[in-house]
C-alpha cells in the first residue's frame, strides 16, 4: 500500500527559533500534500495544500510566512515553521494524494510530528 | 462551506454492546470516510464510502452512507476494549482546496470491561 513518512517525529524547540518538518511518499508520486494542524483532543483542521513545483495554497487564517512550505518534489513536501511560539505547539500531520495504487483521489496520511515550543 | 458533525463526541460502553456513531454534513459529496485515532498516534484509515447505500464491513465495525440524506453510520457491534480510541468521519471538500477533507470533531470511544 501507499506510505507516507514523516520527519521528526517528534521535536523540541526554543521559542524563536525555526523548525523544518518533511513529509514524503515512499511508493508513490505524490502530486497534491495537505497539512493539518491537530491540538490536543481537538480535530484535524487544514492548514494549506501544496501541489508539486508551485505555490502552497493557504486556508483562511493560516499565517503564509509563518508557516513555509515547499513542494519540490513528487515525493517530498516541507513545512517550517518560523520563529516558532508555544502556541504553535501542536501535532502536525502531512497527507499525500496522487498516482497511488487504489485510487489517485485517496489520501495517505502520515505518522505526524509533535512540536513542542518552550 | 461544508460543515460534518459527528454525535456523540464522547461514547462509553460496556463490552459486549452495540452503538452507533452519526456523521452528517452539509453540503453534497460523494466520497465520506471513516478513521481511527489511538492516543499520540495518526489516523488509520478504517473505510471509504463511494456512494449512496454503500455499507462497508471489517470486524465488528460496519459504516454505512447516505448520500441523500447526507449521513454516514458507524456501527460497532460487541464492543471489546480494544476498539477504543478516537473515531474520526471526514468528507471530501470539493469546493474547497483540491479536494482536501473536512473532518468532523471526533468521537472518543471508550470500551470498558
Known amino acids: 500500500g501507499a506510505v507516507v513518512s514523516q520527519h521528526p517525529s517528534w521535536v523540541i524547540c526554543k521559542s524563536g527559533t525555526s523548525v523544518k518538518i518533511e513529509c514524503r511518499s515512499l511508493d508513490f508520486q505524490a502530486t497534491t500534500m495537505f497539512w493539518y494542524r491537530q491540538f490536543p483532543k481537538q480535530s484535524l483542521m487544514l492548514m494549506a495544500t501544496s501541489n508539486e513545483g508551485s505555490k502552497a495554497t493557504y486556508e483562511q487564517g493560516v499565517e503564509k510566512d509563518k508557516f513555509l512550505i515547499n513542494h519540490a518534489s513528487l515525493t517530498l513536501s516541507t513545512l517550517t515553521v518560523t520563529s516558532a511560539h508555544p502556541e504553535d505547539s501542536s501535532f502536525y500531520i502531512c497527507?499525500?494524494?496522487?498516482?497511488?495504487?487504489?485510487?489517485?483521489?485517496?489520501?495517505?496520511f502520515g505518522p505526524g510530528t509533535r512540536l513542542t515550543v518552550l | 462551506e461544508l460543515k460534518v458533525e459527528q454525535n456523540p463526541l464522547f461514547l462509553s460502553m460496556q463490552e459486549g454492546k452495540n452503538y452507533t456513531i452519526y456523521c452528517n454534513y452539509s453540503t453534497t459529496s460523494d466520497r465520506l470516510y471513516w478513521y481511527r485515532q489511538d492516543p499520540g498516534k495518526s489516523l488509520e484509515s478504517l473505510f471509504v464510502l463511494l456512494s449512496n447505500g454503500a455499507v462497508k464491513q471489517e470486524g465488528r465495525l460496519m459504516a454505512s452512507l447516505d448520500t441523500k440524506a447526507r449521513l454516514s453510520t458507524l456501527h460497532i457491534t460487541a464492543a471489546v476494549h480494544d476498539l477504543s480510541a478516537t473515531y474520526f468521519c471526514a468528507v471530501s471538500n470539493y469546493g474547497g482546496s483540491q479536494g482536501n477533507l473536512i473532518f468532523g470533531k471526533g468521537t472518543k470511544l471508550s470500551v470498558k470491561p
Open positions: 497527507s499525500a494524494r496522487g498516482l497511488a495504487v487504489i485510487s489517485t483521489d485517496t489520501q495517505y
